[in-house]
């Protein structure tokens, strides 16, 4: 089953960007991908999915705009740009695949696999 690592998260000033990466263990082609994050004391939230083939991708309504999902199928891995940061996007996100399939995904459990997480702390 393929394994996911995510990397790129820290700290960083309302305003600012990060860039978060997620790098697989095998090649992901055959993957649709999506981000999630969850702050302390709430529930895991849906923030970005991208189709197996990068044609299609959605936003959670709270990150539109301001966050951008790609993926490197020759790299096996997948970014989150981060941009115009806010105090309440802090969360340790993560990364999810799942065999591709026509429609999309915002729903946690339909995922296969998950990384362990990386924390964004972003500071008022």
């Known amino acids: 089953q393929v394994q996911l690592v995510e990397s790129g998260g820290g700290f960083v000033q309302a305003g600012g960007s990060l860039r978060l990466s997620c790098a697989a263990s095998?090649?992901?082609?055959?993957?649709?991908m999506g981000w999630f994050r969850q702050a302390p004391g709430k529930e895991r939230e849906f923030v970005a999915y991208?189709?197996?083939?990068?044609?299609?991708?959605y936003y959670g309504d709270s990150v539109k705009g301001r966050f951008t999902i790609s993926r490197d199928n020759a790299k096996n891995t997948v970014y989150l740009q981060m941009n115009s940061l806010k105090p309440e996007d802090t969360a340790v996100y993560y990364c999810?695949?799942?065999?591709?399939?026509?429609?999309?995904?915002?729903?946690?459990?339909?995922?296969?696999?998950w990384g362990q997480g990386t924390q964004v702390t972003v500071s008022s």
């Open positions: 999810a695949a799942r065999l591709a399939r026509s429609l999309l995904s915002m729903v946690e459990n339909t995922y296969n696999y």
């Open positions: 991208i189709s197996w083939s990068g044609g299609r991708q």
């Open positions: 095998e090649p992901i082609q055959r993957y649709d």
